[in-house]
């Protein structure tokens, strides 16, 4: 399968049509009464308790969705199980090495439980992740379509393109300013948001976040292509706001998929070199190998609902949270990794990040179980034409059905702007979604696009920037 220009000119050769869409069954309600424990490792364990009980564990970690689904299993089969499949919510974090230290070295591990805390809520039902016979992951919703290698040939030789992205610098600095990201200047006020969040927009799917003494990336690029060559794929037509180097002491990075317009292996290594273990990496499950041969030591690999948090940050929970979409980077791996959006629930504030994604169900169940959100991230660009794009992108419409589906206060409008990826008009997707805004009787202002390295406040105390 191939999703944009910048998965086909690498694949299209040896694409294949290996999805199953079949749709996968509900899961079981979860206890409503949680009484277990919660660990965080990255060199030391961060230790919470839940209801005040603390329980000792060394088994396999595992969701308390998977331990239900298990138990059901056992009482059909009389008490055995002889599942294969793997350990859920499964914690692998590679320590740093050095010559002196080699109990530490980086081909460790260590794995703990910590628990899915989904306070009032626990009796929503939700879609779990599903894999086909040959181990790939499916979508499981009615509303996804594979496409075959036959549309994705008529997209690329019959559909005009509309995208017009002038090569004048000139008229690109007037129609889509990049600006000097707030923390460069004035690195002294990075994190200072007091009960309040900031978002910052650095282009594409990529925003910096800083919430309850916690600053986060999602879906990092920095990189001036989306593919595996430096010298052919997908070009940015406006550059990043800013260099690793110049970003502020991040905590944590979530990636949503392996489509190299979010998944940047010379982005990966810059934020791993400057950060090293310190940096917490929370990715889909099968992503664990590729970032350990990046050489990112601690990294938390998820299923969808699946939760864990940053050491010493152990009241925001990162929950990986399903999407409709699909992972490839190489001619043979399609759908081997898992795909997902992210919510990140603080004491103080809740963030949705939805990835890259069609419009499915499950944005009614993630709003049911985790919202109101504070601020989403939706995508709202690379969407033409529909016939081919709607399945794994939303246009501004639906982008604004998620708004409302995830319960946000306010969202924020990424994926556009900065690769041209399909054949919309370059400016065309704030436009559509002022209008869809409009059709669906919403204020402008709750649905926002900011400028690349803008940022914005909610809910921050004035006295954060003096």
Known sequence: MVRHRGDIWSSIAVLRLSIDTSVVGVCGKVLKYLQTSSRCFSGTACVKKINMEKEETEESPRSLLGEMEEQVKEEQAGGSSSSTEPARGEEVVKKRGSSTQDSRRSSSSRSSRKSFRLDHRLEEDVTKSKRDKHGRFVNPWPTWNAP????????????????????????????????????????????????????????????????????????PVFSQRASPLHFMGPKRFRGPPCSVAQLPKIDAVVISHTHYDHLDSGSVASLNERFGSELRWFVPQGLMDWMQKCGCENVIELDWWEENCVPGHDEVTFVLTPAQHWCKRTPTDDNRVLWGSWSVLGPGNRFFFAGDTGYCSAFEQIGKRFGPFDLAAIPIGAYEPRWFMKSQHVDPEEAVRIHIDVQAKCSLGIHWGTFALAYEFYLDPPVKLKEAMDRYGLNQDKFFVLKHGESKDLNVEEDAFE
């Open 148 to 219: 075959t290698l036959y549309n994705v040939l008529k997209w690329q030789f019959t559909e005009k393109d509309h995208s017009k992205v002038p090569s004048s610098k000139e008229v690109l600095d007037r129609e889509l300013p990049v600006q000097e990201p707030y923390f460069i200047q004035n690195p002294q006020l990075a994190g200072k948001t007091g009960a309040g969040m900031r978002a910052t927009w650095l282009g594409h799917a990529t925003v910096l976040v800083e919430m309850d003494d916690l600053t986060f990336l999602t879906d």
